[in-house]
């Protein structure tokens, strides 16, 4: 089963505002992050599936994504 971030973040039960301060960023770019996909970078999908105990697989990037293209050409997250 596959998650959208925010998914993912709520069923681990985090805030936004907690989830934001263990990525070292403020609130509102992490919001940006659930409602813009395409905002995360490699490096900030790495700590948030980390954050949250869950392989990339289980969250959800839309297919269309530049984030999911780069993943299908091998690069490492």
């Given amino acids: 089963m596959k998650f959208t971030l925010k998914q993912a973040r709520l069923l681990k039960g985090?805030?936004?505002t907690e989830l934001?301060?263990?990525?070292?960023?403020?609130?509102?770019t992490y919001r940006k992050m659930e409602n813009f996909p395409d905002s995360v970078t490699i490096g900030d999908a790495k700590k948030i599936c980390e954050i949250l105990g869950m392989?990339?697989?289980?969250i959800f990037f839309n297919n269309d994504s530049t984030f999911s293209?780069?993943?299908e050409r091998g690069i490492s997250i």
Avoid: C, I, N
């Fill in 55 to 58: 392989s990339y697989d289980y």
């Fill in 14 to 16: 985090f805030k936004q």
């Fill in 69 to 71: 293209r780069e993943a």
């Fill in 20 to 28: 934001a301060q263990k990525l070292g960023v403020h609130v509102q």
